[in-house]
């Protein structure tokens, strides 16, 4: 593996053990209770058990460290300056579907700025991290966003967003996973005018060390963020398709 911080070596770890309760659990779908949080919003039995290991680990390596977690919320600790941001399961109505398509995303926040990032696919296996300055890798091999220029050619992730572009693009249902896909080259751009810090933080490490772009984002604010992220050539020409959303 590439030389990595102490830090990020703690959210892999912390994200390689949650990850067997949700392979675990994915295999038996009948068996999980369900609590509703909204129309298309759940959280499972997986989701805190998750977040209860990974928030375990880190606070393990890191006590005095901040959280801000989508089912915990915002935890102030005796340092502010640093704060763990995660989503045990981004993607939980596909995984409550039986569709292997979700993910657990870490980030550190430090000073108010995402300085490392990890986002894990446990059903494939498929590890995407970065550090500030040290370049954006998946499963240990470097990546790169997409060198493509002619939008026609290109393929893009849609969040929750107003006006849809006239583009060609998917609904993954998972954001994390849909940044990850633009900074390893699989997409062309993401774009969603409604998303959760938790679902975007550590990819904003992830595709700015890939080469890639993505708007300035105020990492106080934790809800209905605008996110734009793609490469350096077709970022301007996403941005006009879609209306300078």
Known sequence: MNSISANLNVMIKASEKASKILIRDFGELEKLQVSKKGPSDFVTNSDLKAEKIIMEELKKARPNYSVISEETGIEKNKDISNSWIIDPIDGTTNFLHGIPHFAISIALKSNNEIVSGLIFDPIKDEMFYAEKDKGAFYNNQRIRV?????????????GKIKKKPDVIYRRTGCASLDIAYVASGRLDGYAQDKAHLWDIAAGIVIVKEAGGVINDIDLNNIKNIKVLASSEEIHSKFLEKLGNF
């Open 146 to 158: 997409s060198k493509k220029s002619n939008l026609d050619e290109c393929l893009f992730a849609i």
